[in-house]
């Protein structure tokens, strides 16, 4: 059995990816990222495209893009809806969370 | 391998439409789809979803797959008879480069597992990357404060060297970096499944999740807990231990301290370039007058401190 230890990237916001980084894990044309930058939902930073650098979590957020576009068949403004919606949801569960555990019986130490 | 009943997976009679089944399928897609979903167990339901799909689709398929007969019970041990498929053309057979996952056992002994049936004539040479793989793994909070490797088996579909598919299950020992969050993604490139050709391996995609702590509750980088306070501590002011997932730490309590204040312990908590911090939360607490000597206490408190908390309430 093949056993042996390998370390990941965090996608978060202390890697950085390309256009091209991003085209290739998505399997897309960059005119599909260039508009996901226009509607807001990726923000690279550099002027220049050539220089675009997105962010682990930018590239996290493209895959997901590109699955629920692809299983979905959603527009791209569907897509975005369906992305915002979604992280709405997630920061209220996440208030929600924390709300419920404050009105529970305090755990003992 | 086990039968798969696709209609019952999409929740349709035998004999319905195309139209139909095109609707089942848009619905339950949207239902099961795992960045949408919050059933644990989507992930299993929207590939169960996407093979049905993909059979029921296709009147060839669906056709050859009606032809298995009506006597099948999903899960049960199934061998396609002989010579079954012969009057039957698929032309969709071999590998789906649109990025379909990898489909179960049963529906590669009846359609084939893409690569291998498809492309063994040696016609053309064929490049593909392989399949990014996505799983969970859920780690505590004292894993993120100080780093901890995890085991995970995957299954991965493999090419063998007579072209047939099959499933190998492997181990793989992951480091989760000291820092690591609730929510987070870890990448592990070319550790999905390999690529076909000279195509690359896929990445295996790691969602990170915390496994609930008794006492902490995690809000991204920082950490929360809850400290009972006698009243006495809350009212004169008291110095107290605090867990925290670092060490146990002394925190002063202000005297009238009120219920709910937060303490913020700088840095304490998450590591990481900006680490997160914990905070104290104080919670009041009533001792009970369940004997004499607390029953006198609370009277002589009664009797010699005028205090009205209803003050605001009166007309």
Redesign the interface.
């Known amino acids: ?12 916001e ?1 890697v950085f990816y390309s256009l091209k980084d991003i085209c290739q ?1 998505c ?1 897309s044309q960059k005119e599909w990222v260039f508009e996901l930058v226009e509607q807001g939902v990726l923000h690279p930073t550099g002027e220049e495209e050539q220089q675009w650098q997105f962010s ?1 979590s930018s ?2 957020t493209a ?2 893009a590109r ?2 576009q ?4 959603l527009n791209l403004s569907g897509v975005v809806l ?1 992305l915002e919606l ?1 992280e709405e949801i ?1 920061s209220l569960r ?1 208030r929600l ?2 709300l419920a ?2 009105n529970e019986p ?4 | 391998m086990r039968y798969k009943d696709y209609y019952k997976i999409m929740g349709l009679a035998r004999d319905a439409s195309q139209d139909d089944i095109k609707k089942a399928y ?1 619905q339950l ?2 239902r099961y ?1 795992p ?2 979903s919050d059933k644990p167990d989507a992930e299993r339901l ?1 590939k169960d979803l ?1 093979e049905a799909y993909a059979v029921l689709k296709d009147p060839e398929k669906r056709a050859a797959y009606d032809e298995l007969g009506t006597s099948w019970k999903a899960g049960q041990e199934f061998r396609p008879p002989p010579d079954w498929d012969a009057g039957f053309e698929f032309s969709g057979r071999g590998f789906d480069a649109g ?1 379909a996952e990898a489909f179960s056992d049963f529906f590669e002994g009846l359609f084939g597992g893409g690569v291998g049936r498809g492309f063994t004539g040696g016609r053309a040479r064929f490049d593909a ?1 392989g399949q990014d793989h996505h799983a969970k793994v859920l780690v505590n909070l004292e894993d993120a404060y100080h780093g901890a ?1 995890r085991s995970i088996s995957l299954r991965t579909p493999e090419v063998d060297s007579g072209g047939h598919v099959i499933t190998r299950e ?6 989760i ?1 000291k ?3 609730k ?7 070319g ?1 999905g499944s390999p690529g076909i050709g000279n195509g690359r391996a896929g ?4 969602d990170v999740d915390f496994e609930p702590h ?2 902490y ?1 995690v ?1 991204g980088k920082d950490v ?1 807990l ?3 306070l006698t009243p006495w501590e809350a009212a004169l002011g008291a110095t107290i231990e ?2 925290t997932p670092g060490g146990r730490v002394n925190l002063a309590i202000p005297a009238g301290t009120r219920d709910g204040k937060k303490f913020r312990l700088k840095n304490r908590g998450i590591p990481g ?1 900006k680490a997160g911090h914990v905070y104290v ?1 104080a ?1 009041l ?1 009533l001792p009970p007058a369940d004997n004499e000597s607390a029953k006198h206490l609370y009277q002589k408190m009664r009797d010699q401190m005028p205090y009205n908390p209803r003050k605001h309430l009166e007309g």
């Open positions: 059995m093949n056993r042996r230890t390998v370390t990941g990237i965090v996608l978060d202390q894990v399997g682990g590239l996290h895959m997901k699955r629920l692809r299983d979905l068949d369906v979604l997630e996440s969370g924390m555990s404050n305090t755990a003992a130490l | 848009r897609a949207r789809h960045d949408v929207f996407g990025g990357q490797t492997r181990q793989l020992n992951i480091k970096p820092g690591v969050r929510g987070q993604r870890i990448r592990l490139t550790q990445d295996l995609y790691l008794p006492f509750r809000d929360y809850d400290v009972p605090v867990p370039n939360i919670r607490t």
